[in-house]
């Protein structure tokens, strides 16, 4: 299992990023995928997840309203929408199924 996360940045805060996923090793299609963020010093949080044919998401009241997550299952990406983002958003953001491994993670810096 492998996933690949990209998209991260520098961004001023009001600004907007989309992060993108490409998953490997496993059936993407079946499976919920979640985007989670560790933030520095802090433990890693769920942030948002879909349903694996894309038509139920859940967010954190954190980022309610604010992100976005999709999927494409042709391509075995979920992808995650961010608008309106806020320097507390500052993290490494991560893509996983519910459960086994991490990937490297995709930095995002929301800063003036």
């Known amino acids: 299992v492998q996933y690949v996360e990209s998209g991260g940045g520098l961004v001023q805060p009001g600004g907007s990023l989309r992060l993108s996923c490409a998953a490997s090793?496993?059936?993407?299609?079946?499976?919920?995928m979640n985007w989670y963020r560790q933030a520095p010093g802090k433990e890693r949080e769920w942030v948002a997840s879909?349903?694996?044919?894309?038509?139920?998401?859940k967010y954190a009241d954190s980022v309610k309203g604010r992100f976005t997550i999709s999927r494409d299952n042709a391509k075995n990406t979920v992808y995650l929408q961010m608008i309106s983002l806020k320097p507390e958003d500052t993290a490494v953001y991560y893509c996983?199924?519910?459960?086994?491994?991490w990937g490297r993670g995709t930095q995002v810096i929301v800063s003036s």
């Open positions: 996983r199924r519910a459960s086994g491994s």
């Open positions: 090793g496993f059936t993407f299609s079946s499976y919920v």
């Open positions: 879909v349903s694996s044919v894309g038509g139920t998401t």
